[in-house]
C-alpha cells in the first residue's frame, strides 16, 4: 500500500537550483530513516542524504554545503532543496523510505534531474 512519488525535477543551468519533493502514501512516522539517492549514466547509485524521524541529517561529501534534506512528517511529504548545482549533479533522484530494524525498503520510480553548463 506504500508509495513513493517524486516531482520537482527538470532542467537547470549551473549554478541553479530545485527543490524536489517526495509524497508518501503511507504514514512518515513509520519510517525511522527516509532519504534521497541518485543514479547518474553508467554509476552505481549513490547516497545524496538521510533524515531521522527525530531530524537528524546525513549528506554525502559531493553536495555537502549545497543541498538541504528536510521532512514534514505531518503532510508525509519529504524535500531536498538543491542551491549551486554543478553538472555532476546530473541523474536520477530517487526517494528511499525504510520501516523500523530495516524490515521493509521502499523506493519511489525516480525524477530526471539534468543541469546543463
Known amino acids: 500500500q506504500v508509495q513513493l512519488v517524486e516531482s520537482g525535477g527538470g532542467l537547470v543551468q549551473a549554478g541553479g537550483s530545485l527543490r524536489l519533493s517526495c509524497a508518501a502514501s503511507?504514514?512518515?512516522?513509520?519510517?525511522?530513516?527516509m532519504g534521497w539517492y541518485r543514479q547518474a549514466p553508467g554509476k552505481q547509485r549513490e547516497l545524496v542524504a538521510t533524515?531521522?524521524?527525530?531530524?537528524?541529517?546525513n549528506y554525502g561529501d559531493s553536495v555537502k554545503g549545497r543541498f538541504t534534506i528536510s521532512r514534514d512528517n505531518a503532510k508525509n511529504t519529504l524535500h531536498l532543496q538543491m542551491n549551486s548545482l554543478k553538472s555532476e549533479d546530473t541523474a536520477v533522484y530517487y526517494c528511499?523510505?525504510?520501516?523500523?530494524?530495516?524490515?521493509?525498503?521502499?523506493w519511489g520510480r525516480g525524477t530526471q534531474v539534468t543541469v546543463s553548463s
Open positions: 533524515i531521522t524521524r527525530p531530524g537528524g541529517t
Open positions: 528511499r523510505a525504510e520501516t523500523r530494524n530495516s524490515r521493509y525498503i521502499y
Open positions: 503511507g504514514s512518515m512516522f513509520s519510517f525511522n530513516v
